[in-house]
């Protein structure tokens, strides 16, 4: 009997640690929810919920590249300051229209992602130090491009962060069908299956005959990619170009809805409805703490043991 209790033990143990890892993303939000409905007035308003989803968008646009950068076990760093860098060229360029500032906007994006992809699929830099360099100076010519926060007057761009389809607004819809279309690349492409190869083994995937560089960096490109959408659609809501201040920060939320959502840091897998689910998580979280009239620092700290519980339920989930 001794014998059975101390094997069933370890048993239910990881039958646990299976469980969280899979569905604790999703047991977070559905408490956060109901504790929300008992303890904050008005919580179960339309309006309330339609503000917590516009702000989460752009949150979760940026973490679905954080997603498939960590899925070939690297990182990206600079994607706040590619939200800076798009934020920036679209107050320089928007006088020549709405369609030809989102252009240029996507020719700098996909600079910065090649530039990181270079460095890391061609010369061999490690992506947390490939990226960091962006990180730095890419807010860098932000500033240099637009010095400080201009005020945006454009009936597109207005609209753009504004607009609604059906009383749902085009920043929730673009983040759904960015979702939806990630997740497709990941499952159903040849594509999201290589990137999977590459961060289980880069070496099998090289050896296997895989287009390894090129994958990384069409990656890292993309990932830079929805960083600047994330960053247009910041600044369409704003009105308002800021590159001193958006985007701070936002590589380390990117990171937190990744791990949180079920995506090992180790790379080999992605899973996009858990990145989606932890963006919820982290934003219902300091929603409920500034309701409630706590000091930012608090939401930090919260954030710090959210991730601290990820990755101890994390452990032992290897690659597959």
């Not at 179960?44 to 917590?52: G, I, K, M, V, Y």
């Not at 490690?126 to 990180?135: F, H, N, S």
């Not at 809805?257 to 990145?275: E, H, K, Q």
């Amino acid at each position: 009997m001794a014998e059975a209790t101390l094997h069933t033990a370890p048993l239910d143990k990881a039958r646990l640690l299976q469980w969280l890892q899979t569905y604790g993303v999703y047991a977070g939000v559905a408490l956060l929810l109901v504790v929300n409905t008992v303890i904050t007035p008005h919580f179960l308003s339309a309006e309330n919920f339609r503000t917590q989803a516009v702000q989460v968008a752009p949150v979760i646009i940026v973490a679905l590249g954080m997603a498939l950068v960590i899925g070939t076990e690297g990182v990206d760093l600079s994607v706040g300051a590619v939200m800076a860098l798009a934020a920036s060229v679209t107050a320089l360029y928007l006088g020549y229209g709405l369609l030809p500032a989102l252009l240029v906007v996507a020719l700098f994006a996909a600079g910065a992602g090649l530039a990181n992809g270079a460095l890391v699929a061609l010369v061999g830099v490690q992506p947390i130090v490939a990226t960091l360099a962006l990180m730095v100076g890419g807010r860098g010519l932000a500033l240099v491009l637009l010095p400080q926060l201009k005020d945006l007057h454009n009936p597109g761009l207005a609209s753009l962060g504004s607009g609604d389809i059906a009383g749902i607004p085009y920043l929730i819809l673009i983040a759904a069908a960015l979702a939806l279309l990630i997740a497709f690349v990941v499952r159903r492409t040849t594509f999201g299956r290589r990137l999977l190869a590459i961060g289980d083994s880069r070496p099998a995937a090289q050896l296997a005959g895989l287009p390894v560089r090129r994958v990384l960096i069409v990656v890292y490109v993309l990932s830079a990619l929805l960083a600047a959408v994330a960053g247009v659609l910041a600044t369409a809501r704003l009105q308002a170009s800021d590159p001193t201040s958006l985007g701070n920060l936002m590589e380390l939320s990117a990171i937190t809805a990744v791990v949180v959502g079920g995506t090992p840091l180790s790379g080999g897998r992605v899973n996009i409805g858990g990145t989606v689910a932890g963006a919820v998580l982290i934003q219902l979280l300091t929603a409920t703490l500034i309701k409630h009239d706590l000091p930012p620092s608090w939401t930090q700290i919260a954030q710090a043991i959210v991730i601290v519980c990820a990755v101890y339920a994390a452990r032992g989930r290897g690659k597959r």
